[in-house]
Nanobody, 128 residues
Framework: QVHLVESGGGSVQAGGSLRLSCAASGYIIRSKYYMAWFRQAPGKEREGVAVIHIGFGTTYYADSVKGRFTISQDNAKRTLSLEMNSLKPEDSAMYYC????????????????????WGQGTQVTVSS
């Protein structure tokens, strides 16, 4: 069973940067699979932020973060990262790491339902 643990959240002023990490533990049977970052603000639905194909390195970003956020992988350390720059107050949310090892949904069409393994989340707060 795979477990995901996020870290790196915190409070920052608008325009600042944060780097989130997601450490994976357990046995991962496949060499190619998807991982993603989602976020959920109070009173709002969980939304996808960025997706990466582990293996091909293909990435996909929500329009709201494109050009500001970068998702990346470190296979040796089994760590997923999210570099967040030019942060805005509307980026404030609980950020979740997620993984999917079985579905073939194209990267640009993936949603919360396509991911079966989730971390507990890390809080990001951006003040104006």
């Amino acid at each position: 069973q795979v477990h995901l643990v996020e870290s790196g959240g915190g409070s920052v002023q608008a325009g600042g940067s944060l780097r989130l990490s997601c450490a994976a533990s357990g046995y991962i049977i496949r060499s190619k699979y998807y991982m993603a970052w989602f976020r959920q603000a109070p009173g709002k639905e969980r939304e996808g932020v960025a997706v990466i194909h582990i293996g091909f390195g293909t990435t996909y970003y929500a329009d709201s973060v494109k050009g500001r956020f970068t998702i990346s992988q470190d296979n040796a350390k089994r760590t997923l990262s999210l570099e967040m720059n030019s942060l805005k107050p509307e980026d404030s949310a609980m950020y979740y790491c997620a993984a999917d090892f079985f579905r073939t949904t194209p990267i640009q069409a993936r949603s919360e339902a396509d991911f079966s393994v989730w971390g507990q989340g890390t809080q990001v707060t951006v003040s104006s």
